[in-house]
């Protein structure tokens, strides 16, 4: 039975479930470039199917990412997301959030949603306000962001020895950063670093001190690098690594909805994962309205 027009009509009602606004942690304002927001399905585990196995050769024969044929959650000319309900929804969704372009280091967040009872009851839905259905995560500089000349910050590696003599330095994926005016002091600059172990850090117009003309023209900061040192705790079969060139980003959970972003360290990307055991902390002096990006040793964690 229709609820609003008269039976001789089909009906159909479309109701935001969840909106996302990807907002840029250095401009502080909301990313309006396409950025592409996957929704990941139930991890596959050994033993792979044959069917499996199939589809993910497909993948790796493409040389396309094993997400590009994930569900997307629709985009709006505004640069927000949207999902819209669906019976069974369940209480979270684990998107994966892409750039193509480089431009913001991806991030793989765990929202939880808003809660119908059981059985699910819409009329709570409905009288749910959209603010309390609308999640706004922060994501930071990625290899290609586009940054002005005048800009103070860094561009850093962070890698880790393989054990061999002499030792190899590979890079550490996915990588956090934090800058500190001093050792034990509260971070007020962070960053995140891409597969690469490279990491783009932009100071804050506040970390220089005003005037700045009547100042030194460098900075002395501790930054400090955290990471994962070896395979996260769960590793997916070998094909879907292969298939997957994202498989092992940080699985970040979100607070509860209705939480503004300001009062959540984790969608600020602030928090750093619980399996980021390795750290590194080195002094670095940045130059006033410059990118820093040789002289710099990388950050080795151990």
Known sequence: MNALLPSRFVEAFTRLLLG?????????????????????????????????????????????????????????????????????????????????????????LRIPLVSLGAPEDLGLLDALPVSQRQRTPFFYPGAAYDVSERVTGLRGRVVVSDGALPPTFVPVRWPRIE?????????????????????????????????????????????????????PAVVPPVLVRRADPFWDLPLELLDVPGTPATADPVALGRAIPTDYTSSVMQPVTFTYSQIISSGVPPFVLT
Do not use: C, N
Request: hydrophobic fraction near 40%; avoid cysteine.
């Open 179 to 231: 800058a500190r005016l001093s050792r034990g002091a509260t971070p007020f600059a962070w960053a995140h670093g891409d597969q690469h172990g490279e990491f783009l850090l932009v100071l804050p117009p506040e970390a220089i001190a005003a005037p700045a003309v009547q100042m030194p023209r460098t900075l002395a900061l501790d930054i400090t690098a955290y990471g994962r040192v070896g395979l």
């Open 20 to 108: 996302v606004e990807p907002m840029d942690a250095t401009r502080l304002q909301r990313i309006t470039q396409a950025l592409e927001m996957r929704i990941e399905p139930k991890a596959w585990v050994d033993p792979l199917t044959d069917e499996q196995q199939r589809h993910l050769r497909t993948y790796i024969d493409s040389r396309r990412p094993l997400s590009y044929g994930w569900k997307r959650v629709s985009r709006h000319a505004s640069g927000r997301h949207a999902l819209s309900y669906g019976k069974g929804q369940g209480t979270f969704v684990d998107v994966r959030v892409l750039d193509p372009s480089e431009r913001i280091v991806p991030r793989r």
